[in-house]
C-alpha cells in the first residue's frame, strides 16, 4: 500500500521557520510530481508549491521568495523549508503526490493526513 506522512508542522511565531517533511512509502517506481497544498479554517485547499522529478518547481504567489520546496527522489521524500511565517501562513498542510508508478499499477495522486502549522505570537 502507497501512503503519504508527513511531519514537521508545529506552532511558531510570526518571523519564524518550520521545515515539512513528506516521504512515499510502499512498492514505488516514481513519482512524477510531489507538492504542498494547504487549507486554513473556512477556506479551499490552495496549492503552496510543486516539485517534478526533473525539479521543476511552481509556488504560490503568496509564498514566493519564503518557502523552498525540494526533493530527494532516491528516498520519494519532498520537504518545505518554510521561513518568515506569517500569521496567515497558519493551516493545515497536506502533501501530495501525483502520477505515481507502482508494483502494483499506475496512482494519478494520492494525498497525506496533512499537519497543522500555526503562526501566532
Known amino acids: 500500500q502507497v501512503q503519504l506522512v508527513e511531519s514537521g508542522g508545529g506552532l511558531v511565531q510570526p518571523g519564524g521557520s518550520l521545515r515539512l517533511s513528506c516521504a512515499a512509502s510502499?512498492?514505488?517506481?516514481?513519482?512524477?510530481?510531489m507538492g504542498w497544498f494547504r487549507q486554513a479554517p473556512g477556506k479551499q485547499r490552495e496549492l503552496v508549491a510543486t516539485?517534478?522529478?526533473?525539479?521543476?518547481?511552481n509556488y504560490a504567489d503568496s509564498v514566493k521568495g519564503r518557502f523552498t520546496i525540494s526533493r530527494d527522489n532516491a528516498k520519494n521524500t519532498v520537504y518545505l523549508q518554510m521561513n518568515s511565517l506569517e500569521p496567515e501562513d497558519t493551516a493545515v498542510y497536506y502533501c501530495?503526490?501525483?502520477?505515481?508508478?507502482?508494483?502494483?499499477?499506475?496512482?494519478?495522486?494520492?494525498w497525506g493526513r496533512g499537519t497543522q502549522v500555526t503562526v501566532s505570537a
Open positions: 501530495n503526490a501525483a502520477n505515481l508508478y507502482t508494483y502494483s499499477g499506475y496512482l494519478s495522486t494520492i
Open positions: 510502499g512498492n514505488i517506481f516514481s513519482v512524477d510530481t
Open positions: 516539485i517534478t522529478h526533473l525539479n521543476n518547481t
